[in-house]
């Protein structure tokens, strides 16, 4: 090879490698550039190459540098930031009871998985007791020998002991049964007091018994050993235990099972002998309580010329028609009657109390035995005065009533309400000290149309997802739209109607507030003549303009067909009929910085109408980004763009208040997209977003026959005119579609698809995985969402589990829902986690580039990348052993045991320790320190130097 063909080569290898070099490299400085590479970040040393070894080691350079490229493209698709769950709060709490603290300063909540300790006097959070993912919390209680542990039961049947004071786990106990209730009480075993547990378990055959166990903290190693008290072929659920576990009350609902024993110590567990009697009751039971009533003076026990009689037992029943039933001395009088000579056909005499018109879900003794306190449906607590018969009323609580408790000393309620809320009132005024507000969100939202079937394909939504934006100044405010109300006990409300707007800190999970959007009956007789529930109307849609000064929503009436037949013989539900007796209005809502709440603004009354008359629904919703401008796409295909302009009072004198809206709105044009499409438009689903720049509008039509794909329309938002459309992005009713820059993100029931909208390219997503069992499940996108600051979006598809013929349908047909993560340029998730519940929304956080996952348990999902991720606080467990706001806290209130020093927070004003402090004020006396003003510098500067 010639000297100057090979001087050449070298230079084309030199650029090559090094493409940024400069034209007019010297040899030497190329030969040395390259004895000196760097690959990665790592310095490489190469011998100088004879020319009789210039085509071997040329050759070994192609397949090294190969292999580099093929390395470095690796580590460049490895170096993607991963993505993880960042933060869970919320949640729903379960139909478990409150329980007060011995000192009533706190009060227990249950949730599914974990047991939240908040203060009485502030409402905040104060510890969370957090269990394992596959448990489910079926009791929780007290210690009766310590007040500082906490026995929380699992479904599974094992038992944790916590000393709730400084959230740390004593001890555990595993068992192999399902458990569907238990509570703790103190027994003497061997002149030794120790906790015992009584629950109710089920056997593999069905059978369900009553189990005492003796929990002790050195035999945590081995599953406890206990004897059964009872078994029996009832689905009994429920138990309470009186007088220190002598007398024992198991119900199912229609039966009462009442287990009595003889007082006096125990000198083993096996001791434990009970004497059950049965009651078969004339109702349905929901809830009951017992209470220990002191017999009457002079009274002695059977067979006994000196001891005195034990206390009797009184037993008070709620049931499913609305009447309380009371059993005074129930154990005595059971005994009397299976010892009387006519036991056929007799049954006890009880005293029936009626005003709730629905079921009660919650009735209590008072601690002196003279009030009953009940609760249901009506969101009214009412109190009973037995000796005379007076009822006293608390009402337009603000939702029905779940749960009722009485504090340890009887000067405090606390109200579970069904809409997740716990309030504590005072037992003289009746006047609420504190509440802990959840997130109310509802507990299942099924849309009204067919499911999907369980190969994926269908025509209509599984899941309507809820209206819920974040506030664009703040992006930890979630404002959603929630129910009014919802209904207490098992019998969940599918077709719950929003028309509340609550917003929620989801950084810390603190409610903020709570305000009506469109009317409501939450406190009045919601029920018709004809026993039909009276709906209120449905918040469709909301949103927020960027600035967060402009809120709109969109709520939806309908009344029932059969009422409507009246008025309208045509009206055939949601048919071309229904808009005569439809109610839909578009609200526009301003911010009011003195009240902190949303003002209205302006009402307009039939956003979209027909030409002969009546509303037509609104499907879509969105604000422009830089404006105070919204659009709304209504069912007859027309888009509306609505603005704000100054309000003209031509014959009143305009006020000079700021707070008076000096504003109202308006329609500035309409785009009629009927006409681009392949006909009317009779289907209810469409999907629309701006760009990021607010310049265009993507508009989401499905196509009127099944064989054709859908429209993607974009217009001009400024000139409100229609520039394009494309079919052929994706096939069935769509259920999102965003902008991520310049692309274009499409999802639909079927499909998912990326339009490159400046090249005109389009991309289709493979949505088909496979399942833990190796078969190929299709996932069907339900939400979407698309982040700018990590530029990737983010679905959440449904998918439909294939079991064998053998499992039954249930499992079969059981839905699962995934949120998967892509880059634009991407095929493959990135990132793809399960969900436990329905989905519900799913927001992009702006500000830290997450997605904010709400469902049906109540629970905020934060899924981020760790290269964005914020900075981690100090958790509300960490920092609300030292919040102490009463006026103990200020005069010799002394922390809890077991709780860490000040100085170990992580925090920066910790750092400053006591030599540093040491160090600037000395040993000297206070009147030879220095002026305040230098201590606080040199203060200062200690802190921030560290």
């Given at each position: ?182 509570t703790i009480c103190s027994i003497d075993v061997d002149e030794t007091v120790l906790d015992a547990l009584y629950s109710l378990r ?26 059964v008290a009872l078994e029996t072929s009832r689905s009994v659920k429920h138990i309470t235990l009186s007088n220190q576990g002598r ?517 289709a997503v493979e949505l088909s995985s496979s399942g833990s069992n190796g078969s190929t499940t299709r996932g069907s996108p339900i ?164």
């Open positions: 090879m010639p000297e100057a063909s090979r001087q050449s080569d070298a230079v084309k290898r030199s650029r090559a490698e090094h493409p940024h070099e400069t034209l007019n490299t010297t040899g030497r400085e190329r030969s040395k550039k390259r004895r000196l590479s760097r690959e990665s970040g790592v310095a490489s040393q190469t011998a100088p190459v004879s020319r009789e070894d210039s085509s071997a080691n040329r050759a070994v350079s192609t397949a090294v540098e190969t292999t580099q490229s093929g390395e470095l493209e690796k580590a460049s698709r490895n170096s993607q930031p991963p993505w993880s769950l960042l933060q869970v709060v919320g949640g729903r709490y379960s139909e478990l009871d409150p329980i007060f603290s011995v000192d009533e300063k706190f009060i227990f909540l249950a949730l599914e998985k974990a047991v939240h300790i908040f203060s009485t006097s502030t409402s905040r959070l104060f510890r969370t007791l957090q269990l394992e993912a596959s448990a489910k919390v079926v009791g929780y209680q007290l210690s009766p020998t310590s007040d500082e542990h906490l026995y929380v039961f699992t479904s599974s049947g094992s038992v944790r002991k916590w000393d709730w004071t400084s959230g740390r786990q004593i001890s555990s106990w595993e068992t192999s049964c399902k458990t569907f209730s238990a089920q056997h593999k055959d069905g059978r369900r018994e009553l189990l005492i166990t003796i929990l002790k903290d050195g035999d945590t190693d081995a599953e406890p050993v206990g004897f007398v024992v009350v198991i119900s199912d609902g229609q039966h009462i099972f009442v287990g009595d024993r003889k007082a006096g110590a125990s000198a083993s567990p096996e001791s434990l002998h009970y004497t059950w009697r049965e009651l078969s009751l004339p109702v349905t039971a929901t809830c009951f309580d017992v209470r220990e009533s002191l017999p009457a003076e002079g009274s002695k026990s059977a067979g006994s010329r000196a001891k005195p009689a034990a206390p009797a037992v009184d037993l008070v029943l709620g049931e499913s028609s609305g009447s309380i039933l009371i059993y005074h001395d129930v154990v005595n009088s059971l005994s009397r009657r299976e010892n009387s000579q006519e036991t056929e056909g007799r049954s006890l005499v009880f005293r029936k109390l009626h005003w709730h018109r629905g079921a009660v879900m919650a009735v209590r003794w008072s601690r002196d035995g003279n009030y009953l306190i009940s609760g249901g449906s009506e969101s009214v607590m009412v109190l009973w005065q037995l000796d005379t018969g007076r009822k006293q009323f608390l009402p337009h609580l603000s939702a029905p009533i779940c749960n009722i408790i009485i504090s340890p000393t009887g000067n405090s309620y606390a109200v579970k309400l069904a809409d997740n809320t716990a309030i504590i009132l005072s037992a003289t005024e009746l006047q609420p000290s504190s509440a802990i507000i959840g997130l109310q969100l509802p507990s299942s939202r099924t849309a009204q149309t067919t499911a999907l079937t369980r190969s994926g394909v269908s025509s209509s939504r599984i899941l309507d997802a809820i209206p819920a934006v974040l506030h664009p100044r703040n992006s930890d405010h979630l404002l959603v739209a929630v129910p009014a109300s919802q209904t207490a006990g098992d019998g969940k409300d599918k077709t719950a109607n929003l028309c509340f707007l609550q917003t929620v800190d989801i950084r810390s999970g603190s409610h903020l507030s709570r305000q009506a959007l469109a009317r409501t009956n939450t406190t009045v007789l919601n029920t018709g003549p004809e026993g039909t529930k009276i709906l209120p109307p449905d918040v469709k849609f909301l949103d927020i303009t960027q600035d967060g000064q402009w809120l709109a929503t969109v709520d939806d009436w309908l009344p029932y067909p059969q009422d409507a037949t009246a008025f309208d013989p045509g009206c055939d539900g949601d048919g071309p009929s229904a808009g005569y007796s439809r109610e839909t209005f578009l609200k526009f809502w301003m911010w009011n910085d003195s009240t902190k709440l949303w003002e209205l603004v302006t009402r307009i009354n039939e956003p979209h109408s027909r030409l002969q008359g009546g509303a037509m629904s609104v499907i879509g919703l969105a604000s422009r980004p830089g404006t105070h401008e919204f659009v709304t796409l209504g069912a007859d295909g027309i888009l509306r763009f609505w603005d704000a302009v100054p309000r003209h009072q031509s014959h009143i004198k305009p006020r000079t208040d700021a707070a008076q809206p000096q504003e109202t709105w308006r329609c500035r044009r309409s785009v009629n997209l009927k006409s681009s499409t392949d006909g009317s438009l009779a289907s209810q689903a469409a999907s629309m977003s701006f760009s990021e720049d607010g310049s265009v509008l993507a508009v989401c039509l499905p196509s009127q026959s099944s064989s054709s794909a859908g429209f993607v329309h974009l217009v001009d938002a400024d000139v409100c005119e229609l520039r394009q459309t494309r079919q052929g992005l994706f096939s069935g009713n769509p259920c999102g579609v965003r902008f991520l820059g310049r692309h274009l993100i499409v999802a639909s029931e079927q499909s998912l698809s990326v339009w490159d909208t400046v090249n005109d390219v389009s991309r939400l979407l969402s698309a982040n700018r600051k990590t530029n990737s979006f983010a679905i959440i598809t449904c998918r439909f589990g294939t079991a064998s013929s053998s499992q039954s349908n249930k499992r079969r047909h059981k839905t699962k829902f995934h949120v998967e993560i892509y880059n634009p340029q991407s095929s493959k998730p990135i990132f793809q986690s399960a969900l436990r519940c329905h989905p519900l929304a799913l927001l992009p956080d702006p500000v830290t580039g997450d997605f904010i996952v709400l469902d049906t348990s109540a629970y905020v999902q934060r899924i981020g990348c760790s290269s964005t991720g914020p900075e981690p606080a100090v958790s509300s467990n960490e920092l609300s052993p030292y919040m102490k706001t009463e006026l103990d806290g200020l005069f010799g209130w002394h922390a809890p045991k077991n709780v860490p020093a000040l100085e170990s927070l992580p925090n920066e004003s910790a750092r400053a320790g006591p030599s540093d402090l040491g160090s600037i004020f000395g040993s000297a006396p206070p009147y030879l320190l220095s002026p305040v003003s230098v201590l606080f510098r040199d203060v200062v500067g200690a802190i921030v130097g560290k």
